[in-house]
DNA sequence: AGGATAGCCTGCGGGC
DNA sequence: TGCCCGCAGGCTATCC
């Protein structure tokens, strides 16, 4: 379930390996996982030097939960990881940890070495976005992406939110307002600052926005630096799993004492997503009228 | 037209 | 042991 900081681990391992190095050869073993566009954002077939063979690569993107291989001639590949994608490399002669959902794969050639990166996704919601250039790729997908979460501002994150009347957790999973938040983090976010999952996004106060931002932003960075969440599959891209799920306070723990006031944990379901908040940290807006509604 | 919903896809864990 | 079911969820298509 790579979120943001999943992303990041990946792109900066990625980067530590093939940054300055050549592309000498690509193997796509699934077709229908690489879209591929030309110079004027027509689909086409997807050819070897639209996932870069023969290319040498300059630098790593990301944007959300997106990233992206920048080659020295523009040549761009754009990687979605999805629900269960991993970006793993091996240097050659080491076997690849798991070999089948193998989709693709790129052998690597740089002044260190050889190696080989490929690209697992078993449930296939992720994929691969060839564009002759960054700026095509900025324009057809990434323009459609809000504020990366890492840096989004509370006057960003106000004007999202102010755009839609749905509950503010399915605000921040909808990729178009915020980039980069995802099941995990939204429900951490919303209880590092006392906000109810199921509150109108729209009719979240001005100072509470600013908080939201900053929890975003500070539980997002905190996530990275811990090597990211991983619950059940998520690796980097050099193998290693991440620490971060031993943080998180409410998500995969309901039922259990809020660490902070000692009240269970409840669960719901929300924009389809499974929940968790503290009814007494997060509570609604209007618990007056409640009380009388309850008798 | 915004918002809710169905569907994609595989692996795993619980229940029987 | 093994089968079936439900669940996990990022994102798109479709319906309302």
Request: include cysteine; glycine fraction near 10%.
């Given at each position: 379930?790579?979120?943001?900081?999943?992303?990041?681990?990946?792109r900066?391992?990625?980067a530590?390996?093939?940054?300055?190095?050549?592309?000498?050869?690509?193997?796509?073993r699934r077709?229908?996982?690489?879209?591929s566009?030309?110079?004027?954002?027509?689909?086409r077939k997807?050819?070897?030097?639209d996932l870069?063979e023969?290319a040498l690569i300059a630098?790593?993107?990301r944007h959300g939960?997106?990233l992206a291989?920048?080659?020295?001639?523009?040549?761009?590949?754009?990687?979605h990881?999805?629900?269960?994608?991993?970006?793993?490399y091996?240097?050659?002669?080491?076997?690849?940890?798991k070999t089948?959902?193998?989709?693709?794969?790129?052998?690597?050639?740089?002044?260190?070495?050889?190696?080989?990166?490929?690209?697992?996704?078993?449930r296939?919601?992720?994929?691969?976005?060839?564009?002759p250039?960054?700026?095509?790729l900025?324009?057809?997908?990434?323009s459609?992406?809000?504020?990366?979460?890492?840096?989004?501002?509370?006057a960003?994150?106000g004007?999202?939110?102010a755009?839609?009347?749905r509950?503010v957790?399915?605000?921040?999973?909808?990729?178009?307002?915020?980039?980069?938040v995802?099941?995990?983090?939204?429900?951490?976010?919303?209880?590092?600052?006392?906000?109810?999952?199921?509150?109108?996004a729209?009719?979240?106060?001005?100072?509470?926005?600013?908080?939201?931002a900053?929890?975003?932003r500070?539980?997002?960075q905190?996530?990275?630096?811990?090597?990211?969440s991983t619950?059940?599959?998520?690796?980097?891209?050099d193998?290693n799993?991440?620490?971060?799920?031993?943080l998180?306070a409410v998500?995969?723990?309901?039922?259990q004492?809020?660490?902070?006031?000692?009240?269970?944990l409840?669960h719901?379901?929300?924009?389809?997503?499974?929940?968790?908040?503290?009814?007494?940290?997060q509570?609604?807006k209007f618990?007056?009228?409640?009380?009388i509604?309850?008798g």
């Open positions: 379930m790579p979120e943001l900081p999943e992303v990041e681990r990946t900066l391992t990625i530590s390996h093939v940054t300055g190095a050549t592309i000498a050869k690509v193997d796509l077709r229908d996982i690489c879209e566009f030309d110079a004027a954002g027509r689909p997807t050819r070897p030097e870069l023969g630098r790593t993107l939960k997106q291989l920048v080659t020295a001639d523009g040549r761009t590949l754009c990687i990881l999805g629900m269960s994608g991993q970006v793993i091996r240097p050659e002669g080491e076997p690849l940890p089948d959902h193998v989709h693709a794969l790129w052998t690597i050639r740089s002044k260190s070495g050889a190696g080989v990166l490929a690209f697992r996704d078993p296939r919601f992720g994929g691969l976005w060839t564009f250039s960054v700026d095509a900025i324009e057809q997908r990434w459609q992406l809000g504020p990366d979460g890492l840096t989004v501002s509370a960003q994150l004007e999202a939110l755009s839609t009347t509950a957790k399915a605000a921040l999973l909808d990729q178009q307002l915020v980039a980069g995802g099941n995990i983090y939204a429900d951490e976010a919303l209880f590092a600052c006392g906000i109810h999952p199921a509150r109108r729209d009719r979240v106060d001005a100072e509470r926005v600013a908080a939201l900053s929890a975003i500070a539980i997002l905190r996530a990275i630096d811990a090597g990211g619950l059940r599959d998520y690796v980097d891209s193998g799993p991440g620490s971060a799920q031993t998180h998500y995969g723990r309901a039922g004492p809020c660490a902070r006031c000692g009240t269970e409840k719901s379901v929300l924009a389809q997503r499974t929940t968790v908040h503290c009814p007494v940290c509570p609604r618990p007056l009228s409640r009380v509604s309850e």
